[in-house]
């Protein structure tokens, strides 16, 4: 597991964040073409959220969505001009007869629609403890993609999750701070989430 970063003082685990959604550039004039480099450094940040549920239980989930992380950002570094923003990026790949980063979006916004959900139910509703949550998001996002290899290792992390109050107590001290940010964060990324499917699931982004 690794090093949980330490959380600012009057702060929120969010402050340690590199990168945030909430700061990830979305051109409106452009079809809302989102900027590729925030947009994986904010998703880099946010595995590390995975770190602070405190089981190994989570590595593969982490381990999956840093895969796909590397699969886009392999395409940015090997045609950089070509991939400002996302859906060039996608558009721009798919031009060369590869998929490859193409694919791995996809199953990258998979997983941050998972992590939103779960997240977002969570805050919303106080009685819900996060492993009824997860479990809950899990069903309504990547169960239906993930083989019958992969969903018990899924399902092993879901059961693995902490009591609420331990998660948020690791957040932040302020309660009403941590429940305030968290909500904004995920405001902005279920914004992304909701662009990037929406673009995936036109004929220009098929392969």
């Known amino acids: 597991m690794a090093a949980i970063a330490v959380v600012p003082e009057d702060g929120t685990y969010l402050d340690t964040f590199k990168g945030s959604f909430t700061r990830v550039p979305i051109d409106a004039e452009k079809d809302n073409a989102i900027a590729t480099t925030e947009f994986l450094e904010a998703s880099e940040s946010l595995t590390t959220m995975f770190d602070l549920l405190g089981s190994v239980a989570f590595s593969p989930v982490k381990k999956d969505l840093l895969g796909n992380i590397e699969k886009v ?8 001009l070509e991939s400002e ?3 060039d990026l996608v558009r721009n790949e798919l031009k060369s007869k590869s998929h490859t980063a193409t694919e791995g979006l996809l ?31 899990y069903g309504k996002t990547l169960k239906p993609h993930h083989s019958f290899i992969i969903k018990p ?15 948020y107590g690791k957040l932040g ?7 305030e940010e968290l909500d904004l964060y995920l405001k902005a ?11 995936l699931e036109t004929k220009e982004a098929k392969w």
């Not at 941050?112 to 996060?130: D, M, V, Y």
């Not at 990324?189 to 673009?199: P, S, T, Y």
Request: hydrophobic share 45%; glycine share 6%.
């Open 73 to 80: 950002r392999k395409r940015q570094l090997a045609a950089p």
């Open 153 to 167: 290792i899924f399902s092993a992390a879901m059961g693995a999750c902490p009591y609420r109050k331990d998660f």
């Open 189 to 199: 990324l279920d914004k992304i989430v909701g662009i990037l499917k929406g673009f």
């Open 173 to 179: 001290t302020d309660e009403a701070k941590v429940h």
């Open 85 to 87: 923003n996302l859906q």
């Open 107 to 137: 199953w990258l916004v998979r997983g941050l629609e998972f992590t939103c959900i779960a997240l977002s139910q969570n805050l919303a509703n106080h009685k819900h403890e996060l492993a009824d949550s997860f479990r809950d998001a």
